[in-house]
Protein backbone atom coordinates (compact mmCIF):
# COMPACT_ATOMS: atom_id res chain seq x y z
CA UNK A 1 0.00 0.00 0.00
CA UNK A 2 3.11 2.46 0.96
CA UNK A 3 4.35 1.97 -2.80
CA UNK A 4 1.16 3.59 -4.38
CA UNK A 5 1.71 7.11 -3.32
CA UNK A 6 5.17 7.28 -4.68
CA UNK A 7 4.20 6.25 -7.88
CA UNK A 8 0.89 8.77 -7.77
CA UNK A 9 3.49 11.09 -6.81
CA UNK A 10 6.01 10.84 -9.28
CA UNK A 11 3.28 10.59 -12.10
CA UNK A 12 2.60 14.10 -10.44
CA UNK A 13 6.09 15.34 -11.29
CA UNK A 14 6.55 13.77 -14.33
CA UNK A 15 3.87 16.03 -15.12
CA UNK A 16 4.39 19.08 -14.06
CA UNK A 17 8.01 18.38 -16.07
CA UNK A 18 6.44 17.65 -19.17
CA UNK A 19 4.43 20.70 -18.66
CA UNK A 20 7.50 22.97 -17.94
CA UNK A 21 9.56 21.64 -20.58
CA UNK A 22 6.87 22.35 -23.08
CA UNK A 23 6.35 25.77 -21.79
CA UNK A 24 9.89 26.26 -22.73
CA UNK A 25 10.16 24.64 -25.91
CA UNK A 26 7.30 26.73 -26.75
CA UNK A 27 8.71 30.23 -25.41
CA UNK A 28 11.80 29.27 -27.29
CA UNK A 29 10.34 28.67 -30.68
CA UNK A 30 7.81 31.11 -30.78
CA UNK A 31 10.01 33.96 -31.71
CA UNK A 32 11.33 31.97 -34.91
CA UNK A 33 8.03 31.06 -35.81
CA UNK A 34 6.51 34.60 -34.87
CA UNK A 35 9.30 35.92 -37.25
CA UNK A 36 8.41 34.17 -40.07
CA UNK A 37 5.19 33.88 -40.05
CA UNK A 38 4.87 38.18 -40.15
CA UNK A 39 7.45 37.47 -43.18
CA UNK A 40 4.47 35.54 -44.78
CA UNK A 41 2.50 37.49 -47.29
CA UNK A 42 -0.65 36.50 -50.10
CA UNK A 43 0.69 37.70 -53.17
CA UNK A 44 -1.98 36.59 -55.61
CA UNK A 45 -5.63 35.62 -55.42
CA UNK A 46 -7.38 33.02 -56.67
CA UNK A 47 -10.55 33.25 -58.62
CA UNK A 48 -13.22 30.16 -57.20
CA UNK A 49 -16.30 30.97 -59.50
CA UNK A 50 -16.62 29.40 -62.45
CA UNK A 51 -18.36 31.34 -65.92
CA UNK A 52 -20.88 34.38 -65.46
CA UNK A 53 -23.84 32.26 -67.27
CA UNK A 54 -22.56 29.38 -65.21
CA UNK A 55 -23.27 31.58 -61.93
CA UNK A 56 -26.38 32.61 -62.89
CA UNK A 57 -27.52 28.97 -63.40
CA UNK A 58 -26.14 28.18 -60.09
CA UNK A 59 -27.84 30.88 -58.67
CA UNK A 60 -31.29 28.69 -58.56
CA UNK A 61 -33.27 32.10 -59.22
CA UNK A 62 -31.85 34.34 -56.75
CA UNK A 63 -30.17 36.43 -58.98
CA UNK A 64 -30.05 39.62 -57.27
CA UNK A 65 -29.59 38.51 -53.99
CA UNK A 66 -26.33 36.53 -54.83
CA UNK A 67 -25.60 39.84 -56.95
CA UNK A 68 -25.91 41.52 -53.83
CA UNK A 69 -23.74 39.23 -52.24
CA UNK A 70 -20.66 39.08 -54.66
CA UNK A 71 -20.78 43.17 -55.21
CA UNK A 72 -20.55 43.39 -51.17
CA UNK A 73 -17.50 40.97 -51.34
CA UNK A 74 -15.61 42.93 -54.11
CA UNK A 75 -16.00 46.28 -51.60
CA UNK A 76 -15.07 44.35 -48.86
CA UNK A 77 -11.83 42.70 -50.34
CA UNK A 78 -10.80 45.95 -52.17
CA UNK A 79 -10.87 47.71 -48.49
CA UNK A 80 -8.55 44.95 -47.33
CA UNK A 81 -6.59 44.70 -50.61
CA UNK A 82 -6.13 49.00 -50.34
CA UNK A 83 -5.06 47.81 -46.13
CA UNK A 84 -2.47 45.33 -47.77
CA UNK A 85 -1.05 47.11 -50.67
CA UNK A 86 -1.71 44.63 -53.35
CA UNK A 87 -3.40 44.73 -56.24
CA UNK A 88 -7.32 42.89 -56.21
CA UNK A 89 -6.40 40.76 -59.26
CA UNK A 90 -10.33 39.63 -59.90
CA UNK A 91 -12.37 43.04 -59.23
CA UNK A 92 -13.52 42.85 -63.03
CA UNK A 93 -14.26 39.55 -63.34
CA UNK A 94 -16.70 39.74 -59.47
CA UNK A 95 -18.06 42.28 -61.49
CA UNK A 96 -18.97 40.89 -65.34
CA UNK A 97 -20.27 38.08 -62.98
CA UNK A 98 -22.53 40.69 -60.69
CA UNK A 99 -23.64 42.37 -64.13
CA UNK A 100 -24.67 39.05 -65.54
CA UNK A 101 -26.47 38.20 -62.30
CA UNK A 102 -28.28 41.29 -62.75
CA UNK A 103 -27.92 43.88 -65.84
CA UNK A 104 -30.09 46.73 -64.72
CA UNK A 105 -27.92 46.88 -60.90
CA UNK A 106 -26.41 50.57 -61.12
CA UNK A 107 -24.03 50.56 -58.93
CA UNK A 108 -22.04 47.52 -60.58
CA UNK A 109 -21.92 50.21 -63.48
CA UNK A 110 -21.39 53.43 -61.04
CA UNK A 111 -18.69 52.23 -58.64
CA UNK A 112 -17.09 49.36 -61.29
CA UNK A 113 -14.64 51.79 -63.12
CA UNK A 114 -13.38 53.00 -59.45
CA UNK A 115 -13.33 49.25 -58.03
CA UNK A 116 -11.29 48.10 -61.42
CA UNK A 117 -8.69 50.80 -62.12
CA UNK A 118 -8.34 52.47 -58.32
CA UNK A 119 -5.68 50.26 -56.66
CA UNK A 120 -2.86 50.08 -54.41
CA UNK A 121 -0.45 49.81 -57.43
CA UNK A 122 -0.34 51.12 -60.74
CA UNK A 123 -3.37 49.66 -62.80
CA UNK A 124 -2.55 48.10 -66.03
CA UNK A 125 -3.91 48.65 -69.32
CA UNK A 126 -5.71 45.89 -69.34
CA UNK A 127 -7.79 47.08 -66.18
CA UNK A 128 -8.91 50.16 -68.28
CA UNK A 129 -10.11 48.05 -71.24
CA UNK A 130 -12.35 46.10 -69.09
CA UNK A 131 -13.85 48.70 -66.64
CA UNK A 132 -14.30 50.83 -69.69
CA UNK A 133 -16.00 47.23 -71.56
CA UNK A 134 -18.17 47.42 -68.15
CA UNK A 135 -19.13 50.82 -68.55
CA UNK A 136 -20.56 50.21 -72.00
CA UNK A 137 -22.24 47.31 -71.03
CA UNK A 138 -24.02 49.33 -68.59
CA UNK A 139 -24.94 51.91 -70.80
CA UNK A 140 -26.65 49.55 -72.68
CA UNK A 141 -28.73 48.07 -69.61
CA UNK A 142 -29.72 51.59 -68.78
CA UNK A 143 -29.55 53.91 -71.86
CA UNK A 144 -31.60 56.02 -69.43
CA UNK A 145 -29.23 56.77 -66.56
CA UNK A 146 -28.16 60.15 -67.33
CA UNK A 147 -25.77 60.21 -64.39
CA UNK A 148 -24.52 57.09 -65.47
CA UNK A 149 -23.69 58.62 -69.01
CA UNK A 150 -21.67 61.71 -67.31
CA UNK A 151 -19.68 59.20 -65.38
CA UNK A 152 -18.97 56.76 -68.31
CA UNK A 153 -17.93 59.62 -70.30
CA UNK A 154 -15.47 61.62 -67.55
CA UNK A 155 -13.90 58.43 -67.04
CA UNK A 156 -13.31 57.50 -70.58
CA UNK A 157 -12.29 60.59 -71.80
CA UNK A 158 -10.39 62.20 -68.48
CA UNK A 159 -9.26 59.51 -66.14
CA UNK A 160 -8.47 56.51 -67.82
CA UNK A 161 -7.69 58.59 -71.23
CA UNK A 162 -4.21 60.18 -70.07
CA UNK A 163 -2.90 56.87 -68.99
CA UNK A 164 -2.79 54.77 -71.96
CA UNK A 165 1.19 54.70 -73.56
CA UNK A 166 -0.45 54.61 -77.05
CA UNK A 167 -1.20 58.63 -78.67
CA UNK A 168 -4.01 56.93 -81.12
CA UNK A 169 -5.39 55.00 -78.96
CA UNK A 170 -5.66 58.13 -76.31
CA UNK A 171 -7.07 60.09 -79.28
CA UNK A 172 -10.05 57.58 -79.54
CA UNK A 173 -10.70 57.04 -75.62
CA UNK A 174 -11.13 60.84 -75.83
CA UNK A 175 -13.39 60.73 -78.61
CA UNK A 176 -15.25 58.15 -77.54
CA UNK A 177 -15.45 59.66 -73.87
CA UNK A 178 -17.10 62.81 -76.13
CA UNK A 179 -19.80 61.07 -77.62
CA UNK A 180 -20.76 59.66 -74.56
CA UNK A 181 -20.74 63.03 -72.67
CA UNK A 182 -22.88 63.99 -75.32
CA UNK A 183 -25.57 61.73 -74.64
CA UNK A 184 -25.64 62.75 -71.12
CA UNK A 185 -26.42 65.83 -72.42
CA UNK A 186 -28.98 65.40 -74.23
CA UNK A 187 -30.35 62.98 -71.11
CA UNK A 188 -30.01 66.08 -68.73
CA UNK A 189 -32.24 65.22 -66.07
CA UNK A 190 -31.90 66.85 -62.51
CA UNK A 191 -27.77 67.16 -62.32
CA UNK A 192 -27.80 71.16 -63.06
CA UNK A 193 -23.80 70.12 -63.73
CA UNK A 194 -24.25 68.22 -66.84
CA UNK A 195 -25.20 70.74 -69.10
CA UNK A 196 -22.02 72.37 -68.74
CA UNK A 197 -19.95 68.99 -69.47
CA UNK A 198 -21.96 69.58 -72.78
CA UNK A 199 -19.50 72.54 -73.41
CA UNK A 200 -16.74 70.19 -72.22
CA UNK A 201 -17.81 67.77 -74.79
CA UNK A 202 -17.52 70.17 -77.82
CA UNK A 203 -14.08 70.42 -76.77
CA UNK A 204 -12.74 67.27 -77.01
CA UNK A 205 -14.79 67.03 -80.31
CA UNK A 206 -13.02 70.04 -81.44
CA UNK A 207 -9.48 69.07 -80.54
CA UNK A 208 -10.13 65.67 -82.05
CA UNK A 209 -10.72 67.71 -85.48
CA UNK A 210 -14.53 66.21 -85.40
CA UNK A 211 -15.73 69.50 -86.46
CA UNK A 212 -18.99 68.20 -88.11
CA UNK A 213 -19.84 66.19 -84.87
CA UNK A 214 -18.73 69.07 -82.83
CA UNK A 215 -21.48 71.38 -84.88
CA UNK A 216 -24.29 68.98 -84.70
CA UNK A 217 -23.61 68.35 -81.48
CA UNK A 218 -23.85 71.90 -80.05
CA UNK A 219 -26.83 72.62 -82.38
CA UNK A 220 -28.54 70.66 -80.66
CA UNK A 221 -27.47 71.54 -77.12
CA UNK A 222 -29.26 75.14 -78.86
CA UNK A 223 -32.25 73.38 -79.70
CA UNK A 224 -33.28 71.71 -76.34
CA UNK A 225 -31.35 73.83 -73.61
CA UNK A 226 -33.36 76.69 -71.51
CA UNK A 227 -30.31 77.66 -69.88
CA UNK A 228 -29.46 81.30 -71.41
CA UNK A 229 -25.86 80.96 -69.82
CA UNK A 230 -24.92 77.69 -71.24
CA UNK A 231 -26.43 78.69 -74.92
CA UNK A 232 -24.25 81.70 -74.77
CA UNK A 233 -21.53 79.53 -74.88
CA UNK A 234 -22.72 77.27 -77.51
CA UNK A 235 -23.42 80.16 -79.60
CA UNK A 236 -19.52 81.17 -78.41
CA UNK A 237 -18.10 77.80 -79.83
CA UNK A 238 -20.59 77.69 -83.13
CA UNK A 239 -19.14 81.31 -83.67
CA UNK A 240 -15.23 79.82 -83.08
CA UNK A 241 -16.01 77.03 -85.65
CA UNK A 242 -18.61 78.43 -88.61
CA UNK A 243 -17.88 82.30 -88.42
CA UNK A 244 -20.48 85.02 -87.49
CA UNK A 245 -22.79 84.65 -90.02
CA UNK A 246 -23.44 81.14 -89.74
CA UNK A 247 -23.77 82.06 -85.92
CA UNK A 248 -26.51 84.71 -86.71
CA UNK A 249 -28.36 82.22 -88.82
CA UNK A 250 -28.23 79.56 -86.16
CA UNK A 251 -29.59 82.53 -83.56
CA UNK A 252 -32.14 83.24 -85.80
CA UNK A 253 -33.44 79.51 -86.55
CA UNK A 254 -33.42 78.93 -82.51
CA UNK A 255 -35.44 82.18 -82.16
CA UNK A 256 -37.92 81.25 -84.57
CA UNK A 257 -38.61 77.97 -82.80
CA UNK A 258 -38.99 80.17 -79.74
CA UNK A 259 -41.40 82.60 -81.07
CA UNK A 260 -43.78 79.79 -82.30
CA UNK A 261 -43.29 77.96 -79.09
CA UNK A 262 -44.85 81.03 -76.79
CA UNK A 263 -47.58 81.67 -79.23
CA UNK A 264 -48.36 78.30 -78.96
CA UNK A 265 -47.95 76.61 -75.47
CA UNK A 266 -46.15 78.89 -73.32
CA UNK A 267 -46.75 77.57 -70.03
CA UNK A 268 -45.06 74.35 -70.71
CA UNK A 269 -41.64 73.38 -70.94
CA UNK A 270 -39.90 73.60 -74.21
CA UNK A 271 -38.89 70.19 -74.31
CA UNK A 272 -42.60 69.11 -74.16
CA UNK A 273 -43.14 71.52 -76.66
CA UNK A 274 -40.66 69.11 -78.85
CA UNK A 275 -42.47 66.47 -78.15
CA UNK A 276 -45.73 68.06 -78.88
CA UNK A 277 -45.14 69.18 -82.33
CA UNK A 278 -45.86 72.57 -83.99
CA UNK A 279 -49.04 74.11 -83.81
CA UNK A 280 -51.74 73.35 -86.12
CA UNK A 281 -54.58 75.55 -87.86
CA UNK A 282 -57.32 73.13 -88.38
CA UNK A 283 -58.98 75.11 -91.02
CA UNK A 284 -55.43 75.20 -92.74
CA UNK A 285 -55.23 71.50 -92.59
CA UNK A 286 -58.94 70.99 -94.08
CA UNK A 287 -59.33 69.00 -97.28
CA UNK A 288 -54.91 69.57 -97.60
CA UNK A 289 -52.99 66.84 -99.15
CA UNK A 290 -49.61 68.35 -99.24
CA UNK A 291 -48.19 69.84 -95.84
CA UNK A 292 -49.06 74.15 -95.91
CA UNK A 293 -47.85 76.74 -93.19
CA UNK A 294 -49.81 76.20 -90.35
CA UNK A 295 -50.31 72.30 -91.27
CA UNK A 296 -47.12 70.93 -90.34
CA UNK A 297 -46.58 67.83 -88.28
CA UNK A 298 -43.01 68.05 -87.05
CA UNK A 299 -40.75 70.74 -86.61
CA UNK A 300 -38.77 69.76 -89.35
CA UNK A 301 -41.62 70.04 -91.86
CA UNK A 302 -42.33 73.26 -89.96
CA UNK A 303 -38.91 74.82 -90.45
CA UNK A 304 -39.23 74.10 -94.30
CA UNK A 305 -42.43 75.91 -94.59
CA UNK A 306 -41.66 78.73 -92.55
CA UNK A 307 -40.90 82.49 -94.02
CA UNK A 308 -37.56 82.46 -93.96
CA UNK A 309 -36.45 85.13 -92.02
CA UNK A 310 -32.55 84.03 -91.25
CA UNK A 311 -29.92 87.00 -92.36
Request: proline share 6%.
Amino acid sequence: MSGRPGRAWLARLAGFALVAAAAVGIGELRAVLLARTAKLREKTDVYGLPSPDQVVVASLGYRSALADFLFAHVLVWHGIHFQEKRRLDFAADYLDTVAALDPTFRETYYFGDTLITMQPVKPRHEDYVRARALLEKGLKARPGDTELWLSAGQFIAYVAAPWLDDPQEQAEWRLAGARILARACELVGSNENIPYQCITAAGLFSKAGERDAQIQFLERVLAVSDDEALREQALGYLERALGERSRERLRARTDRLRRAWQADLPFVGFTTELVLGPPIDPAACAGVTQPTPGCAATWSTWRALEPNDEP
